[in-house]
């Protein structure tokens, strides 16, 4: 595998905005205080990556496909509101990924009104600032001692951009990386589909095409055992 990795208290994190680099970009100063869990793959996890994308009140169905060809034919629907989830794990059963498929902000407008997202007029939020939320959460938990023993604080932990892909079946086949990069730092890099609702390049693609933000994210499992030195990463 690849690899880089970060380090930093919950404090600067907050409160200071790092430099991007060539290879990735420090998000940490944008950090919400939404509420939802990212610290554990739940049940819920997809919805919860869905309210943080869109910031939807709208009531939402999670549904757990028990294998991954399951999920790769499942679709996330505006109305009724359903997102889908999938857990890949190693073959020792360790978690190493979940995927998400959620919806866009202009598409949930668009079959529940301007009150059901977000502006679709502001920049959209990536997979990236998923894995920004999971790194905060998770470090918030971490007690004294083991912050002083982990071997990644969040300022060492840097989000690469997201791989994008234009297809279901190059999202499906482009797993999220977790891996040390040459400045000895953890970087991860989500994958992410998103293809808006009323984006006029996927106005001929059919409907269940568009209004799509797919996600695969490291696990959070696995992110804190990186960040704890319980997975250790080669370069």
Same mark, same amino acid.
């Given at each position: ?31 919400? +205080? ?17 309210? $943080? ?9 999670? $549904?757990?496909h028990p294998s991954k ?5 499942? $679709?996330? +629907? ?16 360790r978690l190493l990924g979940? +995927?998400? $498929?959620?919806k866009s902000a202009d ?66 086949? +482009? ?61």
């Amino acid at each position: 595998m690849k690899g880089r990795i970060r380090s930093a208290y919950l404090t600067s994190i907050v409160v200071t905005a790092l430099g991007a680099s060539t290879m990735g970009t420090d998000l940490w100063a944008s950090s919400t +205080s939404e509420p939802g869990s990212l610290v554990t793959s739940h049940r819920d996890f997809c919805a919860v990556v869905q309210r $943080k994308l869109v910031d939807t009140p709208l009531p939402l169905t999670n $549904k757990i496909h028990p294998s991954k060809d399951a999920f790769t034919e499942s $679709k996330a +629907s505006a109305k009724p509101t359903e997102t889908q989830q999938f857990s890949e794990r190693a073959p020792d059963g360790r978690l190493l990924g979940i +995927s998400c $498929k959620t919806k866009s902000a202009d598409h949930l407008r668009a079959e529940h009104g301007v009150s059901a997202s977000r502006d679709p007029a502001l920049p959209p939020r990536s997979c990236r600032d998923i894995h920004r939320e999971m790194v905060i959460q998770l470090w918030a938990t971490f007690d004294n001692d083991a912050r002083a023993s982990s071997a990644f604080a969040p300022h060492q932990v840097i989000l690469d951009a997201d791989t994008s892909s234009y297809t279901g079946s190059g999202w499906i086949g +482009s797993p999220a990386e977790a891996y040390l990069g040459g400045d000895g730092k953890l970087h991860l890099r989500a994958s992410a589909l998103f293809a808006e609702w009323e984006d006029w390049r996927w106005k001929i693609m059919p409907k269940s095409f568009r209004g799509n933000h797919y996600c695969h994210l490291v696990a959070p499992e696995r992110i804190r055992a990186l960040m704890r030195g319980e997975e250790r990463l080669i370069r």
